[in-house]
């Protein structure tokens, strides 16, 4: 208690939000996609970003693997570790936020209470969830890292969708399935969305 009592924030002599924004001619969201292992996440997050920096959009991406080499290596995959991987990531993403970026995150963040916590500490009118809906077995079809295989042999544990549940979301802003939809469309749909929202 006596180190935050040491604490003194200077938020309120900062410049603002709205001063950043209109230095770069947009408004910052959080574009928040949630789905398996697999699903087609990064892919879609990363032909997103190119489309809105075509446009003239300032966009920064946070993916599930490049966090965790980083500011959350320490952390494992235990519930406690996972709620603390995403919780960090909502401070981060809040920060950029607030400097006016568009903010994409590509997480399996699998539980509405995690999801819910992020939508917290972001700001829920800033929050858009995007949901990669594509099924179990695609996802494991595709097993991009190798990681399904091992799991089903018991080599990872707590591994989301075979040793721990996914929860869909209950009411993402958009849903897409890789299995039936192409990128393109993908992104297309994405674009219809998010335009309106972030162009001044």
């Given at each position: 208690?006596?180190?935050?009592?040491?604490?003194?924030?200077?938020?309120?002599?900062?410049?603002?939000?709205?001063?950043?924004?209109?230095?770069?001619?947009?408004?910052?969201?959080?574009?928040?996609?949630?789905?398996?292992?697999?699903?087609?996440?990064?892919?879609?997050?990363?032909?997103?970003?190119?489309e809105l920096h075509k446009r003239g959009l300032l966009c920064r991406?946070?993916?599930?693997?490049?966090?965790?080499?980083?500011?959350?290596?320490?952390?494992?995959?235990?519930?406690?570790?996972?709620?603390?991987?995403?919780?960090?990531?909502?401070?981060?993403?809040?920060?950029?936020?607030?400097?006016?970026?568009?903010?994409?995150?590509?997480?399996?963040?699998?539980?509405?209470?995690?999801?819910?916590?992020?939508?917290?500490?972001?700001?829920?009118?800033?929050?858009?969830?995007?949901?990669?809906?594509?099924?179990?077995?695609?996802?494991?079809?595709?097993?991009?890292?190798?990681?399904?295989?091992?799991?089903?042999?018991?080599?990872i544990q707590n591994f989301t969708g075979i040793s721990a549940p996914?929860?869909?979301?209950?009411?993402?802003?958009?849903?897409?399935?890789?299995?039936?939809?192409?990128?393109?469309?993908?992104?297309?749909?994405?674009?219809?969305?998010?335009?309106?929202?972030?162009?001044?």
């Open positions: 208690m006596e180190q935050t009592n040491n604490i003194y924030p200077i938020f309120d002599r900062m410049l603002t939000r709205q001063d950043k924004e209109q230095l770069l001619g947009q408004r910052s969201v959080m574009i928040w996609f949630t789905g398996l292992s697999g699903s087609g996440k990064s892919t879609i997050a990363i032909a997103l970003e190119r991406i946070l993916d599930g693997d490049n966090i965790r080499s980083g500011i959350n290596n320490n952390l494992g995959f235990s519930e406690a570790d996972r709620i603390e991987n995403i919780r960090r990531i909502a401070e981060v993403s809040k920060l950029f936020i607030d400097s006016g970026i568009i903010t994409i995150a590509a997480f399996i963040s699998p539980n509405n209470d995690i999801r819910e916590m992020a939508a917290r500490i972001i700001g829920r009118d800033d929050f858009l969830e995007v949901f990669v809906s594509t099924p179990l077995e695609e996802c494991e079809k595709r097993d991009v890292k190798g990681l399904y295989a091992k799991a089903r042999k018991g080599e996914f929860e869909a979301p209950e009411h993402p802003a958009l849903a897409l399935d890789t299995s039936k939809m192409d990128l393109r469309e993908s992104v297309e749909q994405l674009l219809a969305l998010i335009l309106p929202i972030v162009q001044k």
